[in-house]
């Protein structure tokens, strides 16, 4: 490229323009900002809208920070401005973009810009700084240790292994299923495992969540153009709008997406989910072929008697991550892991899949909710429940749907009642066993005897708070009941 020298003056001293800086400058601040409607926005956070000058004003100290080397002068600044503002090039790496309003992660693409029709749609997708490491060989290290450490087989480990080796090998792509790291104690790994999936993927990247709330949300456009979805403490209910959206996100490609202060948009997006839960999901259906169910469950946990020896792995690993050498080890041991005939992030095999945590889900000599619900109230001898709390035991112990409370009763055969009990003067809502009745405070068996409806609970608390229910036969059960 030709320099052409163009003489100025100004106070810092008399100096050349020289115009591959300004080419230099100007490319830099085409591939940090859009235009569109006569505004601006930050490509790498697009929220919110920029005038010129806020533009001009916070390029000149980004020039500073990014190239040092380049004397900065009004004269420079001026001309970088209106190549990069104003004038007509067909060079279009010079000019700032104009913006089509959408935005897409495109993994393996790494250019800022995919361009159609002169607009352009902004790549969320930005390579990992450690895959510019070269490395000799690839390979797991301290990665492969903590692996060992929290599966119990290492059939399960190697299955989590195909599933990220896959996703990375075929990063442009969506994965239909993903694993749901499940442990009923605390301090397994698994928030850890997904940090190393997350490493891996690139932090900027990823994005952690609570349960799904952010990505079954109104504003969830940010989650959607992530590559990597961690959602931790996974809590959805049988049957809720979450559950059903979560079905849709984890398989479609195509998918609406919104972002506060703009308007709903279609968007393609090709996230790989990962889960942890401490509650066993039983909201999963037999037939849903989107969650890997993996039990982490080890003498490491929390209380454990390796808790100690677990836990410095586990400050190794963390350590050992934080070296981009060893995260271009790993990713280049994954690239080039061959993964099982059949094997596809798009395709679960049921058969070659199955943990023992999901035999347990899904029923397979295994016992069911239902089940369950039935052994809770045969274990305790109840020949009638009040309805909360039968509702607090299935949202609680169950992690159910209290809208599915119905439908359940109902199919072990018990029936509904509204009946005034317990010295109070209105009707509750209470079940009963198949056989049993009840009516006017009391339960009928089937035998045709009865007995008072009385919630321990209840009394013992009534008598604290000083109130007395009267039970005796000798009062009515009007004035009662």
Partial sequence: MQNHNIQINDRRANAAINEEDVHRLARAMSSWY??????YYDASDPKNKYSRDDVQAASTFRFQEDYPEIPLSEELLREVFETALTKKTFDRTLAVPTWNGKVQCLPGQRDRFSWKQGMVTINTWTEPVYRSVEVAEGALGTIGDFLDFIFDTEREKDIFLNWLA?????????????????????GTGKSTLCDIARALFGKGNSIRQNNVDKLTGQFNLQVLLSKLVISEELDIRPGAKAANA???????????????GRELQRIEQCFAA????????????ENDRRYWVVGIEHDGRAGGTRSAEFGELVGNLYAYLEHDAHLAEAYAYLMQRELPEGFSGKAFNVAELMTPAMELIFGNGARTSNEILQEYLDENELNWIPQKQLSEYITGELRGNVNALRHSMTELGWKKAEVKYGGRDYRRSVWVRPGFTAAGGKLI??????????NEDERTHDQIMGRNQVFEVAISEEDIY
């Fill in 166 to 186: 896959w996703c990375l090998q075929n990063e442009d792509e969506k994965p239909t299923w993903g694993p749901l790291l499940y442990s009923k104690s605390k």
């Fill in 274 to 285: 990962m889960f942890t839960s401490n509650h066993l999901p039983l909201w999963i259906e």
């Fill in 34 to 39: 859009v235009r569109l409607d006569g505004k």
């Fill in 246 to 260: 979560l079905k849709t996100f984890m398989t479609e490609t195509d998918a609406s997406a919104e972002a506060k």
């Fill in 445 to 454: 068996h089937p035998d045709s005897t009865s007995e008072l409806l009385i």
